[in-house]
């Protein structure tokens, strides 16, 4: 199962691969923004503060996920249509 995700990938269009690999570089920045941002709760404990360094770090989780997950339906309806 794992080796065929690994091959999937492998295959895929290169402009596809790269846009999957500014959109993890994009949601890994996000991800660090938002742990600085929960390191300054540690000097200002301000709640608002630490939920937004949450919500910031789900953001980029999802959008992580959401990048790893379309890349090979897209490059799929690629192939299908030519």
Do not use: R, W
């Not at 994009?26 to 919500?55: D, E, Q």
């Not at 980029?60 to 990048?67: D, E, Q, V, W």
């Not at 790893?68 to 309806?77: H, L, N, R, W």
């Amino acid at each position: 199962m794992i080796k065929f995700f690994i091959e999937n990938y492998k295959n895929l269009d290169k402009d596809i691969l790269h846009i999957l690999k500014i959109g993890i570089y994009f949601s890994f920045f996000i991800c660090i923004l938002s742990t600085i941002i929960l390191f300054t709760y540690l000097f200002y404990t301000f709640p608002y503060i630490y939920y937004l360094g949450i919500l910031i770090f789900s953001l980029g989780i999802n959008l992580l996920i959401s990048c790893i997950i379309s890349a090979p339906v897209i490059d799929s309806i690629k192939k299908q249509i030519q």
